[in-house]
């Protein structure tokens, strides 16, 4: 029999996303609301997962993960465990394959966990992910991870990183005017944050929907000094409310903080060199209005 978590994706989301904490904590991050298999009884029922490790320390580490499934849902994974040294600073994202039970019911969701510990010092910290099988609609994306630079100061423009995805339709009927809305779980901002998609056929896909991700600096208050993860939820409005209520897949975000601009480079070359001293003296005297 399988059982359905008494976690929700929400309370997951709420433990995940918080990411590498203030003062250089280590940490981790799992892919959560991936679909497993979004129609019943099809003939694989697996699900990709990304497992991102951090070492925000400033010397370099090593470390073992252990994905594991403790509310006994019936998950099992590929590969299970394994073995990453990081420098200070680094973090790995680790891709894996989550594999669900024969007979995953529609609307059912499954918890599982990371497990990791640091060498030397027996440091253990952990994260939680899941998976769910409620839509006929999958959500396909060609990286595991979306790195977006965070800038270093409020007054810079954030970049913005644009996100390629598909959408399948593996259900037994055709769509027509859905709308999948981009929901932001974190410090990030979306734009669109709602795709109206064209009509699919069965089994047929869109392979090319778009749109931008950018940290948003202010919402934190203040640069961080490590990267930070969150995630961006795929949902559908099931009730025509004009609000996204069903998740069908999602994505990881990590927001890289850049350099500060270096101070006295007044070419914006990169460098401090006689050049930039050879613009200050012409301009030396000069009368700003």
Known sequence: MILTSV???????????????GGGSNSCHLTWDKQCCPVPGCDVSVAPGVLTICNNKSQ??????????????????????????????????????????PGFPAGAVADYEATVTKLGTNEVFGCFGSVRNDSDLKIGNPVPVVEVG?????????????????????????KDGVSLYIVPMGGFSVSPSVLLLPPIVQGASISDCRYDVFFDILLR????????????????????????????????????PQAAPCPGDINNDGVVDTADL?????AFGTMCF
Not at 11 to 19: E, K, N, P, W
Request: net charge negative; glycine share 16%; hydrophobic share 40%.
């Open 150 to 174: 965070i800038p270093a100061s409020p007054l810079l423009p954030a970049p913005r990183t644009n996100v390629r995805m598909s959408v399948d339709n593996l259900g037994s009927s055709g």
């Open 7 to 21: 976690l929700t994706a929400g309370a997951i989301g709420a433990a995940t996303l918080a990411g590498p904490a």
């Open 60 to 101: 370099g580490a090593e470390f073992t993960w252990v994905l594991s499934d403790p509310f006994g849902m019936g998950l099992t994974f590929q590969p299970s465990n394994g073995f990453t040294g990081l420098a200070p600073g680094e973090c790995i994202d680790l891709p894996f394959t989550i594999i669900c039970p």
């Open 221 to 256: 208050g203040g640069p961080p000094q490590q990267q930070v993860m969150g995630d961006i939820l795929y949902m559908l409005d099931t009730d025509g409310d004009n609000v996204g209520d069903q998740v069908i897949g999602s994505q990881t975000v990590r927001g890289v």
């Open 278 to 282: 050879g613009i200050l003296i012409g």
